[in-house]
């Protein structure tokens, strides 16, 4: 009986009723939206517009230039350019951002008013009208325009540490609203504070004394310029919890810390390793009297000097995992590039079918052995392939290309790649260059050659410039994949 209104879309081929009628063809509302979605460059008038008509020529052209009245304008602008729904990205935001940053009285609050000069820059404002409706950064910034929070840092620690809200403070401060502060040496504070409110109160005495007094009074002596790098914030983490297992281990020995005994600590360390974790620690009881004097084991070196290469290669990932400012294909090539030191032409060039799997299972095949994505990168995958399926061409077969270019059957131009990525700040090279050079220290050269896809040769290069010691693999893997998770 539906066969009298249920047709097939011309354009995607489905066999979906098929209202409307563009160039020619009967397409289905998905198809409809897609096109008022992607307006492109009109080659009549060199404006960004809809293309959906016919000049007298037969180019595809606007509105205007086809002499025909406009009908997908945004309703307040008629701006064609970042359509969604009746109005255009731009007019979306400035509704959203009134909404979120204004008091009662619809009047903005003065100390949020950068921020909303610092989104309405953004290339598409889409993506920060997106990231306005996120929580927590919404509801946030609303509780801050309304003045039942402050806008200050500690309005932020309120909340759970997550990647994303470090990416909120980062942006609250590159807007000038929130005063810069070094943000890896604070999420540190604040999450060691969390982990000793877990403690038993005696024992969370002795480790917030020690933290607060040795750590952190030291650490934040640093100059502004010179943050923490990602190696001391793991080695502190590590150390305040392999202290309170030692603590731990005294209580179930009935072992007091006061009257430790020479014998009682040897023989604790003789059965672990946490002895390099622990000396510090150890030291520093004794020093001021929180334990007998004993024997210590030697105090391993302490990291000092600016942000290594790495931490800047781990800041680089953070804000490419969270910057919806930059184009999605072009955030996972730069992932790729940061992760799997993976050159952006080749990353350009990766076929739709060298991802396999789905969610946890998701893979990537850069080399000959599928790659396991760590899940944060996995799950902006998904979302590009899942965008992706909505954009395919208005016209034609889906691409056979991961990352498909604005040209029909084209993969993405390395150069629109490198125009994205630009803003970061990082050099491509140097920065394949130093995570390749990371990779060889920690994976023999075989392996890293197998899942990178360099050959086995630059890959031994590189482990014999480093000095590898591959030894560390799994410890590597456990710090790196704290840093993706946001040290959740
Ligand atoms: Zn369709
Ligand atoms: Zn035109
Ligand atoms: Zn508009």
Known sequence: MNNGWKRRCDSCERDVEARYEILGQRICNACYSRLRRNAATCPGCGVTKVLAFRSDSGQVVCATCAGVPARFGCTRCSSEEFLAGSHCGRCRLEERLNEVLTDDQGRIHPQLAPLRAHLLSTRDPRSAE???????????????????????????????????????????????????????????????????????????????????????????????????????????????????????????????????????????LAHRDPHRALARFLRWAVHHRVMPRVRLPPTPRVERGPATNADALWDHVDVLLHDETTPLPSRIIGLFLL?????????????????????????????????????????????????????????????????????????????????????HGFHARAAKRARLHQLTQVLPASIVADITGYAVQTAVRHAAKSGAAWGAYPELRESETSELDGHK
Not at 398 to 411: I, N, R, Y
Request: glycine share 6%; hydrophobic share 40%; aromatic share 8%.
């Open 130 to 268: 997106r990231w306005l409706r996120r929580e927590p950064t919404g509801a946030t910034l609303r509780a801050m325009a309304g003045g039942l929070k402050p806008v200050r840092h500690e309005t932020l620690d309120e909340l759970p540490p997550s990647t994303r809200l470090r990416y909120f403070r980062r942006t609250l401060i590159a807007a000038g609203c929130l005063p810069e502060i070094d943000v890896r040496l604070h999420d540190l504070a604040l999450r060691t504070e969390s982990f000793i409110q877990t403690l038993p109160a005696d024992h969370a005495v002795i480790v917030a004394r020690y933290f607060s007094w040795e750590t952190l009074r030291k650490l934040r002596r640093r100059p502004l310029d010179r943050p923490v790098s990602v190696g001391v914030v793991n080695t502190r983490t590590t150390e305040v919890r392999k202290i309170a297992a030692f603590l731990a281990w005294l209580d179930e020995n009935d072992v007091e810390l006061e009257t430790l005994q020479q014998v009682a600590l040897d023989r604790y």
């Open 339 to 423: 992760v799997f030191a993976q050159p952006i032409s080749d990353s350009a060039r990766l076929r739709r079918d060298a991802v396999q799997g789905y969610g946890e299972e998701l893979t990537v095949r850069f080399g000959t052995t599928p790659v396991k994505m760590p899940p944060p990168i996995a799950s902006l995958l998904q979302q590009h392939l899942a965008e992706a399926g909505n954009r395919r061409p208005y016209v034609g077969q889906p691409s056979a290309w991961l990352f498909p270019g604005t040209m029909p059957q084209q993969h993405v131009t390395e150069d629109a790649v490198r125009g994205h990525l630009a803003k």
